[in-house]
């Protein structure tokens, strides 16, 4: 079993912020911008995949455990205080988009 560094509670409170203020600036951009359309509901989920790439450079190793429970914490703060309409779906989402970011973090500090 190869030799992991532990978690870090840092990481995991920098993902969870960092998905909470990329999914209220991407609602913000997406309900400011003029035109229409459905693509502007993917702008939020962009911003939760940054968000966990934003997490791996800022922990390093095990950047995907730590985006993925940032991301589940930020849930219910998501569904309560930052989605219109008590969207838990969309909150899932978020946080399985925060996760990806991270995994793809992950995979670029490992190719790097």
């Keep these: 079993m190869p030799n ?3 978690l870090r509670p840092a990481g995991i409170i920098f993902a969870l912020a960092a998905n909470l203020l990329m999914v209220t600036i991407g609602l913000l951009v997406a309900g400011v911008l ?9 702008l939020p989920l962009v911003g939760s995949i940054l968000a966990g790439l934003f997490t791996a450079f800022y ?38 988009f925060c996760a990806l970011g991270g995994i793809l973090g992950e995979f670029r500090q490992r190719r790097g």
């Design 34 to 42: 003029p035109v229409g359309g459905s693509w502007l509901t993917g």
């Design 4 to 6: 992991r560094p532990p």
């Design 59 to 96: 922990v390093g190793k095990r950047a995907a455990i730590h985006a993925m429970l940032g991301g589940l914490l930020s849930i219910p703060v998501l569904t309560l205080f930052v989605l219109p309409g008590n969207n838990w779906n969309y909150a899932v989402l978020a946080a399985a």
